[in-house]
């Protein structure tokens, strides 16, 4: 492990610390492969930490994708990817055919108002869209 890598993950665990101690809520550290979850509302947000590759990726599980002609739903998640989701973005992951929200940001010159925002954006449209769309597309 480099030292660079090791910075990237000291860095995204003390912010880890900081957001679960400002919310008294309990969240794990980084696991080894740089991987931790934070529960906000119906919305499980995964911290992801490619050290290596100097990113910070956040996933939350939004639904299946369901089977046969999804051009409804598929028009829907982008139109909402426009604007609707901030920072975050609705993306399908081909080989488990989920659907998740997920935010992307460079490591480099990343604070800790920075990773609580995106956090606190990704958790919060999860948790506003996660049930409508299963509700308004019959997934999950």
């Known amino acids: 492990m480099t ?3 090791a910075d990237h993950l000291a860095l995204v665990n003390g912010y880890i610390e900081r ?4 919310r008294d809520i309990s969240v794990d550290p980084l696991s080894s492969d740089g991987i931790t979850t934070v ?3 119906s919305a499980t947000v995964s911290i992801h930490v490619f050290a290596d590759r100097g990113v910070l990726l956040f996933l939350s599980k939004v639904m299946d994708a369901p089977d046969g002609d999804a051009s409804e739903l598929y028009r829907r998640l982008l139109g909402l990817s426009f604007v609707a989701t901030g920072d975050a973005a609705f993306a399908i992951n081909d080989d488990t055919n989920e659907i998740f929200l997920r935010c992307f940001r460079n490591l480099q010159g ?5 990773f609580e925002g995106l956090l606190h954006t990704i958790a ?3 948790d506003e869209w996660d049930d409508k769309l299963r509700t308004e597309f019959g997934a999950d």
């Open 3 to 5: 030292n660079e890598t």
């Open 19 to 22: 957001f679960a101690a400002d």
């Open 39 to 41: 529960q906000r509302g």
């Open 110 to 114: 990343l604070d800790y108002d920075e």
């Open 124 to 126: 919060t449209v999860s």
